[in-house]
C-alpha cells in the first residue's frame, strides 16, 4: 500500500515549457486535489476532483489544467510554465465528506 | 469572508515544556477545524479534526486541541514537547462554499534539548 505518490519528486523547467505532475493514490479514494505550497502561505487549492471524469478549480487555478481520467490518477498540467509557478506542489485524496486528506510528498518545482 | 490564521510564524519551547500552537478562525454557521503536521521534506500528515462534541479533541502523536467558539480558536496542545515533535504545523478550516479546506499560514515549531 502506497498511498500517495507523485513523479516526478523535482524538476526545473525554463520559461514557456510545459510539463504534467502525475499523482497516483491506491485507497480507492474518490477525492482528490492538487495544491501549491509557497513559503509563508500555507497550503492554496489549485483544482481538485469529486470523482473520475470531474474536475474543479480551486482558489489559484489560474496557469494550471488538470484532468481525472481515472478514479486512481490525477494529473496537474502547466502549459507555459512562469517563474511564478515556482513552488512545491502537493496532491492529496480523500474520502467523500471526510476531511482527512491523505498528502502525497510533494514535487518541488523551479521554473527559470 | 471565511479564513483561519496562525498569529504565530515559529514558537519555540524546551523539550518536556507544554506546548501550545494557535489559530484563530472566521466563518459563517459551525465550522469544522483541522490540525495538519509537515515533517521536513514530507507531505502533510492528518493529526486531529474538531467537527461537534467535547471542546477538546484528542488526535495523534499525544496532541490535543481546544475549540473555543467565543474566542473563535482552536489552539494545539501538547503537555510535554519531544524534539521530534519539531515540524511545521499548519491548522484548516472548512470552506462552506466548496466544501474545500481553507488553510493558516502555518507555525515552525522547534523543541530545543
Known amino acids: 500500500n502506497a498511498g500517495v505518490t507523485q513523479t516526478p519528486k523535482f524538476r526545473v523547467l525554463k520559461t514557456g515549457q510545459s510539463m504534467t505532475l502525475l499523482c497516483a493514490q491506491d485507497m480507492n479514494h474518490e477525492y482528490m486535489y492538487w495544491y501549491r505550497q509557497d513559503p509563508g502561505m500555507g497550503l492554496r487549492l489549485i483544482h481538485y476532483?469529486?470523482?473520475?471524469?470531474?474536475?474543479a478549480k480551486g482558489e489559484v487555478p489560474d496557469g494550471y489544467n488538470v484532468s481525472r481520467l481515472k478514479k486512481q490518477n490525477f494529473l496537474l498540467g502547466l502549459e507555459s510554465a512562469a517563474p511564478s509557478q515556482t513552488s512545491v506542489y502537493f496532491c492529496?485524496?480523500?474520502?467523500?465528506?471526510?476531511?482527512?486528506?491523505?498528502f502525497g510528498p510533494g514535487t518541488r518545482l523551479t521554473v527559470t | 469572508a471565511q479564513s483561519v490564521a496562525q498569529p504565530e510564524d515559529q514558537v519555540n519551547v524546551a523539550e518536556g515544556n507544554p506546548l501550545t500552537v494557535k489559530c484563530t478562525y472566521s466563518?459563517?454557521?459551525?465550522?469544522?477545524l483541522f490540525w495538519y503536521v509537515q515533517y521536513p521534506n514530507r507531505g502533510l500528515q492528518f493529526l486531529l479534526k474538531y467537527i461537534t462534541g467535547d471542546n477538546l479533541v484528542k488526535g495523534s502523536y499525544g496532541f490535543e486541541a481546544e475549540f473555543n467558539k467565543s474566542q473563535t480558536s482552536f489552539h494545539l496542545k501538547k503537555p510535554s514537547a519531544l524534539v521530534s515533535d519539531s515540524a511545521l504545523y499548519f491548522c484548516?478550516?472548512?470552506?462552506?462554499?466548496?466544501?474545500?479546506?481553507?488553510w493558516g499560514a502555518g507555525t515552525k515549531l522547534i523543541i530545543k534539548p
Open positions: 476532483s469529486v470523482g473520475e471524469g470531474t474536475t
Open positions: 484548516a478550516v472548512r470552506d462552506i462554499r466548496n466544501y474545500q479546506l481553507i
Open positions: 466563518v459563517s454557521g459551525n465550522p469544522y
Open positions: 492529496a485524496s480523500s474520502l467523500p465528506g471526510n476531511y482527512e486528506q491523505y
